[in-house]
């Protein structure tokens, strides 16, 4: 059964994405029925990385300028070192981020993903996780790091790195198949 067959889920992505962060999400959001865009402040196609080698290109579905948070019930912000960096430097992509904590949609981010929400100020009150190096950029926008494989607060999914992969997805599915969190809101009034 294709529990996520009427939901339609963002990756929010750019040149420097690790390869399984992005990848992995996205087939297992599409397994489950979901439709499921990367949505890119540039054209692509976008360079994926494994660690500092460059790897699979992923191709651009919808640029930044022309994604509405309205438009999905989900998304997604992958890790990779340069990704994140890049995105949470970009008002538009901040702006993007802050649409889907406003209504209380679910929204997932592993590794150095959690780097973007950080910036977008909706961290304040949540518990997250990601790679250890962020840990005091999260604790700094308000969040309580815990060093976990996966931690879900009302709808928000974080985990650590591609090894957390796995249980990353599983809760990243169930989230999105629940779909809106009242409390997913409360941080980014």
Known sequence: MNQLEDKRVAILAT????????????EALKAQGATVHVVSPGNGPLQGFEHFDKARQVQVD???????????????????????DALRANERALAFVRGFFATGK????????PWVLADADVLDGRTVTSVPNI???L????????????VVDEGLVTSRTPEDLPAFCAKLVEEV???RHRGQSR???
């Open 135 to 137: 840990r005091r950029d």
């Open 177 to 179: 198949a629940e779909g």
């Open 139 to 150: 604790e700094r926008a308000g969040a309580t790091w815990v060093d976990e494989e996966v």
């Open 106 to 113: 679910p929204v997932g981010a592993i590794c150095h993903g």
């Open 187 to 189: 941080s980014a009034a």
């Open 62 to 84: 919808v640029g930044l300028d022309d994604a509405d948070a309205g438009d999905y019930d989900a998304l997604v912000v992958p890790g990779g070192l340069f990704n994140p």
């Open 15 to 26: 040149d420097g994405f690790e390869q399984s962060e992005l990848f992995e999400p996205l």
